[in-house]
């Protein structure tokens, strides 16, 4: 496949811009539209694009963690969320709010939905890392497979 210049400069400039919309859709998820499973859904896309113009090696660059550690983390972190509340006497996916006061920032609202939603950002992404890598990955070794020992190796031998 050839690869276009033009192609891979507007990826290279669009990719960040995608990411950080990405990170406002899941944190303004919770009051606006949006969400974790939004933001995963966009910084899927982003790393659909860098497939687009590189292949797998343009996705592994830009994602450097593999796929399946996005989807572990958010699993554990997800559940955690979810069953923290029966812990402390609540009820499953209850959440809870923090106010804290920081300097120089104000006041800052932190819910338990968040983390949630961080943690299906994550398993989304981590799911779009592992289909790149199953798309991109050649189902049949370059150098071909291995025979199988003492199978034939060339016409002759087989006949």
Do not use: W
Not at 47 to 64: I, K, P, Q, S
């Amino acid at each position: 496949m050839r690869r276009s210049m033009v192609l891979e400069s507007v990826v290279r400039v669009v990719f960040p811009s995608a990411m950080v919309l990405a990170l406002y859709l899941l944190f303004a998820g919770h009051n606006q539209p949006g969400g974790g499973f939004v933001g995963g859904l966009v910084a899927g896309a982003a790393f659909a694009l860098r497939y687009a113009t590189g292949g797998l090696d343009e996705v592994r660059r830009a994602g450097r963690v593999p796929g399946r550690y996005f989807v572990g983390t958010g699993l554990f972190l997800a559940c955690v969320t979810s069953i923290a509340p029966l812990l402390l006497g609540g009820e499953l996916l209850e959440s809870g709010k923090i106010k804290l006061h920081p300097p120089l920032l104000g006041e800052i609202k932190l819910s338990s939905v968040l983390a949630f939603d961080v943690g299906v950002f994550l398993v989304v992404v981590g799911l779009v890392l592992m289909m790149f890598g199953a798309f991109g990955e050649p189902a049949v070794p370059e150098d071909g497979p291995d025979p199988a020992p003492g199978a034939a190796t060339s016409r002759s031998e087989k006949r």
